[in-house]
Structure formats: C-alpha cells, structure tokens
C-alpha cells in the first residue's frame, strides 16, 4: 500500500536544478510522477519546473495530468516523503575546503529528515580516476554506504532510525535520461527504498537492475574499487 501512496498520493522531491535534475525531472515527468523541485532559490526552481513541463510535454505527456512545481529546499523536504538528492557529490565551502556536498546537505537539514521516514535517492557520482579523492574515504566502497554511515537516522545502522536509502542513476548521462534513451539502471540500498525507485524507474519506462543492499551497493559505483556491473547495464 505505501509504494503505491508514493507513487499516486505525494510528490517526488529532486533536491537541484542541474543536469541531472533535468534528465530525471524529464524521465519521471515523461511517467506521470508529481515532482517538486527544491531550490535554495524559490524562483529558479518554479522555473526549472515550467522548463521541465515544456519539455514533457514536448515529448507527448498530457499537460493536464502533470503536477511539476517549484519551492524552497525546505518545502521540498516537509512535504515529499521521497528525495532525489540531485546536488553535486563535491562542493566548496566558505574555507575552501573540498567536502563532500551530501554530508554538507544532511548536516544542514538533518532536522527535517531526522525521524520522517524518508527515502532519499542517492544519486552521487565521483567521476573515474576520482573516486575517493577526498570523498568517499576509505574504507567506504560507494557514496551510499559513506552517506548512510555518517547519517545517525539512516535505518541501515540497525540504531533504531527510520531514513532509508537507495542509490541509482550513476551510470547513465543526463541527456539519455531527458532525451528518452531507455536502458537498464543499476539500483542498491534499502529494500523498500529499492521497491519504490524501481517502480519509479518503470513508469519512466526504463528497467530496475537490482544490485542488492547498501552494503552491496559498491558493485554499482563507477570508479569504485568494488564495481561490477549488473549483466543487463549498458556501460
């Protein structure tokens, strides 16, 4: 019953307006799904949501049955229950330090997460040659597992928290997803946060690759020391 509340009754979060965003924006409006985009600047994502629903609509989606709004990061995360987290794996920060740009997002809107029953999509990509350099350290063989290990309410810590986490979308390019390439995404991470991507990732009319648990997940990782390709991914 929850998948299926997720799917129809609650908006998709995507938590950026970058290329990635674009492309999932377009693949999950392309398959009915409500979105909401999340913007430290409200304007710019109200536009990036009209921008998307052009280009759906472009596509051939009904316009009248798609729901594509824009808003602050913080109206993003009160109202969806799922999260793309569609923000740079490295950011700078006001020392000029390079870290890590989700840990940086948890540590600043942990208290709208903490507790809520989330499903964040991890969608992290460090780039070949650039894997752990600086981020993730050793001895994390994926973003997810490093993500989920220094989140005290992810539910994979077995401490009781209720945040669960799944990761896809890290071998595929931004315009295959915007201009409809359909192909098999590798997924990882929480069993009921894999249910609820891979139906997502179904009506978007690509294919779930289940790559297994968090644990697991650095089978899927690009650059990784543990990757391994899912036999029916096209990289």
């Not at 009160?78 to 700078?92: H, M």
């Not at 752990?132 to 290990?149: C, Q, V």
């Amino acid at each position: 019953m929850i998948i299926e509340n997720v799917m129809t009754d609650a908006s998709i979060g995507i938590i950026g307006t970058g290329k990635m965003a674009t492309g999932l924006g377009t693949c999950f409006a392309c398959g009915g799904l409500p979105l909401c985009i999340g913007s430290r600047d409200p304007g710019k994502a109200q536009q990036f949501a009209d921008g998307l629903k052009k280009l759906a609509v472009e596509r051939g989606v009904d316009f009248s049955s798609l729901s594509i709004v824009g808003g602050s990061v913080e109206s993003v995360l009160q109202q969806c229950r799922v999260i793309v987290l569609a923000i740079p794996a490295r950011i700078t920060n006001q020392k000029g330090e390079v870290i890590d740009g989700v840990i940086d997002f948890l540590a600043r809107h942990d208290d709208l997460i903490c507790g809520q029953n989330k499903i964040l999509v991890d969608i992290t990509y460090y780039g070949r040659g650039n894997f752990g350099t600086p981020t993730p350290p050793e001895p994390f063989l994926s973003g997810i597992e490093y993500h989920a290990s220094q989140f005290d309410d992810s539910a994979f810590l077995a401490k009781g928290g209720s945040t669960q986490w799944v990761c896809g979308f890290k071998s595929v390019g931004w315009t295959s997803m915007r201009d409809g390439k359909k192909q098999g995404i590798e997924i990882a991470g929480d069993e009921e946060a894999k249910e609820v991507l891979g139906v997502m990732i179904s009506k978007a009319g690509f294919k779930p690759l289940d790559c297994g648990s968090v644990k697991d997940a650095g089978k899927a990782e690009p650059g990784g020391p543990q990757r391994k390709p899912h036999p029916e991914a096209s990289v």
